[in-house]
Nanobody, 121 residues
Framework: QVQLVESGGGLVQAGGSLRLSCAAS????????MGWYRQAPGSQSELVAVTFSTGITNYADSAKGRFTISRDNAKNTVYLQMNSLKPEDTAVYYC???????????????WGQGTQVTVSS
């Protein structure tokens, strides 16, 4: 019903920057929340940042001041600008979205395939 395609991951040195992108497509009528989670090896998945259709954003403490989430509603695309990257930011980053399908049903939470971010020291 819903597909999420991520891009922008890669290898960067500590202190560097990366920009992740995620485009949603499919039978979506509206997106209520869109954002990013990450999972490092041996760790649980954790929220990085999300943005709501109201304009409200929510960041993990570890992301505040370094990461910026933004959204292009016309393109159903969410971005994560990551600056001052640290080795502890190394993880697979997953895009997510939730909203309404064109038939009125809740879309549930949909996930992308993940993109690897590796920060070297």
């Amino acid at each position: 019903q819903v597909q999420l395609v991520e891009s922008g991951g890669g290898l960067v040195q500590a202190g560097g920057s990366l920009r992740l992108s995620c485009a949603a497509s499919g039978r979506l009528a509206s997106i209520i929340v869109m954002g990013w989670y990450r999972q490092a090896p041996g760790s649980q998945s954790e929220l990085v940042a999300v943005t709501f259709s109201t304009g409200i954003t929510n960041y993990a403490d570890s992301a505040k001041g370094r990461f910026t989430i933004s959204r292009d509603n016309a393109k159903n695309t969410v971005y994560l600008q990551m600056n001052s990257l640290k080795p502890e930011d190394t993880a697979v980053y997953y895009c997510m979205c939730s909203g309404r399908l064109i038939d009125g049903r809740n879309s549930g939470t949909n996930w992308g395939q993940g993109t690897q971010v590796t920060v070297s020291s």
